[in-house]
């Protein structure tokens, strides 16, 4: 009976060490999330949640199993960005003000790197628990800009406060798709006029039309003199070349010249004409 038990024992002692071995979740803290990678199959394509049961047979064998693991709290940044808007110094140049479009604001930004997207930015992008500042960093600095960007383009259609923000929110959750954007706040120090570039840039681009439109017109006017001019030239090379064909006849056959005198009623009367010889007809047994 003792040797029973004992055995019993040890079959559960050993099944716990196994079920203790294989279990993965209960090593993630309460904020973490982990790729699994093993030697035997590579990276898993699902995430390992906190709370969510994960029992892997593969962390049974000695050194198969990595666990990368990410703990996943909100970052916070922020981000001073100063620019022009696009061909601002262009469309200024025109109006006699020369106003300035240039802006500059701060953007507070929170966000979070959604769980789901882990396994392809490990496998693909090469991300790592270590390398995880990095990448928000550089989130934020992308994010920025394009932050500024968008809210002065709804400047105009959008009331300020919860309205912009949540509007940013969407649109740049749907450019940055690995990322929750929890929280997106921008102070304007300097924003231009918008009203005022929108008429500038009409204005400029009603310009570049016209001097577009000159060019063509002018293109048009040089191809239709040059096309004429090749026609005189051809047709003043076509009569040298008559001219000269019949000079060569002339030449040749002297006698033609005669003939258009005759023909003309003594015109060539001016000219010195050559003597027309007509051969005389033989009677028959007459000698040449």
Not at 39 to 51: A, I, L, Q, Y
Not at 150 to 175: F, I, K, N, V
Not at 242 to 257: A, H, R, T
């Amino acid at each position: 009976m003792k040797k029973l038990a004992l055995c019993l024992l040890i079959l559960l002692l050993a099944g716990g060490t196994v079920f203790y071995l294989g279990w993965i979740q209960i090593r993630l803290p309460a904020d973490g999330y982990a790729v699994v990678f093993t030697k035997t199959g590579g990276f898993d394509s699902r995430v390992t949640r906190p709370g969510v049961f994960s029992w892997r047979w593969e962390r049974l064998i000695p050194q198969n199993l990595t666990l990368f693991t990410f703990t996943l709290l909100p970052y916070e940044a922020q981000v001073s960005t100063r620019g022009a808007l696009p061909s601002g110094d262009q469309y200024a140049s025109i109006l006699p003000e020369k106003p300035d479009f240039s802006y500059e604001a701060n953007m507070y930004l929170q966000l979070s790197l959604r769980p789901d997207s882990l396994p392809r930015l490990v496998r693909e992008q090469n991300l790592r628990p270590e390398g995880l500042q990095t990448y928000y960093e550089r989130a934020a600095g992308e994010i920025g800009p394009r932050a500024l960007a968008l809210a002065l383009q709804y400047q105009q259609e959008l009331l300020p406060g919860a309205g912009m923000e949540s509007a940013l929110r969407e649109e740049l959750s749907r450019e940055y798709p690995d990322l929750d954007l929890l929280s997106v706040r921008i102070r304007l120090n300097r924003q231009p006029d918008l009203e005022l570039y929108a008429l500038a840039k009409q204005a400029y681009l009603n310009i570049v039309k016209q001097q577009d439109a000159s060019r063509n017109a002018a293109a048009e006017r040089w191809a239709k003199e040059q096309d004429r001019t090749l026609v005189d030239m051809e047709s003043h090379h076509a009569a040298q070349r008559i001219l000269s064909e019949y000079g060569e006849l002339f030449n040749k056959y002297p006698v033609l010249l005669k003939v258009l005198y005759l023909q003309n009623g003594g015109a060539l009367k001016e000219r010195p004409v050559p003597e027309l010889k007509i051969p005389k007809i033989l009677e028959p047994g007459e000698q040449p």
